[in-house]
């Protein structure tokens, strides 16, 4: 990192488009820095080498070496291994984001670009740089003096002592400021996509209501003309009994006797269907809950089946393969305390990963062996004397090996294959219920026994010391399933 009094900071832009080359380039010679620009990933690799700039802002789609090779390739080499790197990445590309922070980035930032979200991202990544430098440069200056006061055996102790303190100091110190920043991005690309989630939802479900409301509401109109369709066609049949023959033919071949049935079966089937709409519509805006970010009290069991309406086309499964019965041994109904779009995402992350293991138990069985057993989740929920609510969802799978289990809420770590999944479930759904609620959330399972996780919150967000989740409980669940 140069000195700033002396020489102006530098940052390497790497972008195909002139125009977001353009805007970038403003913004940093708004603040006094120095521009540099690269089209493609090549000319960023050779302008890092030869230019050596304090930061490269890097964008993902590049012509040649994509930005992900590129920042490999810079980190990969010694020169250039130090240099902070932020991604540039569309806002709703979360999976991206998490690459980009695996190989080495210390930052994103999302497009459209917003300037004060650039130049502060910008500034706190070059004060990070400049301050990881500066304590290069101290601990550098205690190792020599280590050297010059190692004449005699006393003074060596004490320096080394020293340095030693000052060490654990400064890596506590690094490690606690790493963990803050790794948490912080992983809620970030979480929020936004979750975020982008709801909002999807919460719109779609606002453009379904309208017409399927418009739909429902005219079926009843509907329904009283044709009533009055039929009983003026049956006063016309009694007042004229003997039609021309030429009518009567007519009448034959529309058999408007079937007609007259049938055409109230089709309205009782209409108002089926767009009253199943309607509750569908219904279900995806209390699961998104765009307008509920504060506290509410909430009938946890709402929550719970507007997400397994969400889960529907998953429970049912392959078109040759039986659906997945879901038990449901819910207590009285009773209100909870709770943010709950949040809590829904818990409810969403565990119910899709125990369908998602009965699925790949059930393609692992043979044929006879898969047809003959059943496969089911099996939902609880209490209400206990002391306040807490108490919700286990347990599913008949192939189990979890222990290895597995005490990793289950670490971030990033998943067992699916690449691409299906990003490790972050579990883990937001843990600090979801233990740092936003109070709570605590349990894994048992043993390999070819099921898994059950018990959730366990308080009702008012009041009371913030629930007892030990082993407590004994009421559920109809008592064991792994």
Known sequence: MRDSATEPVRILLVDDTRTNLAILSDYIHTQGWVAL??????????????????????????????????????????????????????????????????????????????????????????????????????????????????????QLQLLTYELEERVQSRTAELNSVLDNLTQTQVHLVQSEKMSSLGQMTAGLAHEINNPVNFIYGNLRPARRYFQDFIDLLTHYQTCY?????????????????????????????????????????????????????????????????????????????????????????????????????????????????????????????????????????????ELTTDRQVIIQIADNGPGIPEAIRAKLFDPFFTTKAVGKGTGLGLSISHQIVVEKHGGQIQCLSEPGKGTRFLIKIPQTQRCLEPPAVGTESRCAIAQPI
């Not at 430098?133 to 050297?147: I, R």
């Not at 009965?358 to 099996?378: C, D, F, Y």
């Open 37 to 154: 620009t690269a089209s493609d990933g090549e000319t960023a690799l050779q302008q890092a080498q030869s230019a050596s700039p304090d930061l490269i802002l890097l964008d993902v789609m590049l012509p040649g070496i994509d930005g992900f090779e590129t920042c490999r390739q810079l980190k990969a080499h010694a020169a250039t291994a130090d240099i902070p790197i932020i991604f540039m990445t569309a806002l709703s590309d979360s999976a991206n984001k998490i690459k980009g922070l695996k190989l080495g980035a210390v930052d994103y930032i999302t497009k459209p670009f917003q300037q004060e979200e650039v130049v502060t991202r910008l500034d706190v990544q070059l004060r990070l740089h400049q301050m990881k430098c500066q304590l290069e440069q101290q601990n550098q200056l205690l190792n020599q003096k280590v050297v010059e006061q190692a004449k005699t055996e006393a």
């Open 241 to 381: 009994p003997n039609p021309p023959a030429d009518l009567q033919e007519h009448l034959e071949s529309v058999d408007i006797s079937f007609v007259v049935k049938d055409a109230f079966n089709l309205l009782d089937s209409l108002e089926i269907g767009a009253d199943r709409i309607r509750r569908i519509v219904l279900s995806l805006r209390n699961f998104s809950r765009l307008d509920e970010a504060d506290i509410k009290s909430i009938n946890i069991h709402e929550g719970i089946d507007s997400t397994l309406l969400i889960l529907q086309h998953k429970l049912r499964g392959a078109v040759d393969s039986e659906p997945i019965e879901v038990i449901k041994h819910y207590s009285a109904a009773f209100e909870v305390e709770c943010y709950p779009s949040q809590l829904n995402q818990v409810f969403m992350n565990i119910l899709a990963n125990a369908i998602d293991a009965i699925e790949e138990n059930r393609s692992r069985l043979s044929e006879p062996e898969a047809s003959s057993s059943a496969h089911t989740i099996e939902i609880c929920t």
